[in-house]
């Protein structure tokens, strides 16, 4: 086959694994890192329009180096070809091997924030995203730039994202080239004052991914079809 990677550039390296051990011919483009974080209907065109950037060029499926990422990728079309993601929430499900994985240590662990080596090193390109939509500013600068009473509701739930967090765990995949990236996220930890654990993650979905082993845990978008957010164990479905 040959596929048409779009992945997010907080997975690079976990995508270009994956990449190293398809069998498969696999052209790739990364989105920007933290996309996410540009609220959902942006983050769903720029991938609607890289999706519609692949068609007329061969190939035999797109893959989506993504989740649902809040609803941010609800109502992505297959166009002319089969669009693959993989069924979890978000990267995190991802990193751990499965939305099962991930579903079982956010029950047992209220109040984790996650990073890995995408994470910890394109902490700058992140944080200059958070700042471009403001979740580092203080009560007056929301006000602002929103209004009083959006200013406010904005600061409230950015406060309380930020008090709800006690514990950082750092997600370990086996791409680690040292220990360094796991230092910067405990140090991280300390500085806030959580609790710093790590998680012995896999690649498993990335590599079955690229390599065209789609079963349950992937959603296969046939022509015409689309994204639907399903609010169950199965996360996506196809919709019409």
Known sequence: MRLLLLGCGVLLRELSDAIAHSPHLVDAVYLPTGLHDSGSKLMRQRVQEAIDAGEGK???????????????????????????????????????????????????????????IGWVEREDELKEQVAGIGMDSDLDSLIEKYGEDAGRYLYQEISAYKRNYTRLTFIRTGLEVNDSFRQRAE???????????????STSLFRRLLSGDWNEDFLVLQPGQKIVSSNDEWILVAGN
């Open 58 to 116: 061969s190939y035999d499926a797109i893959v989506l180096g993504y989740a649902l990422c809040g609803t941010g990728l609800a109502g992505v079309c297959a166009r002319s070809i089969p669009v693959v993601i993989p069924r979890a929430h978000d990267c995190i499900a991802l990193l751990m091997g499965s939305r099962q994985k991930y579903q079982d240590y956010f029950n047992a662990n209220p109040g984790t924030y996650y990073r890995s």
């Open 187 to 201: 140090a991280e930890a300390v500085e806030k004052g959580w609790k710093f654990e790590e998680f012995d993650g």
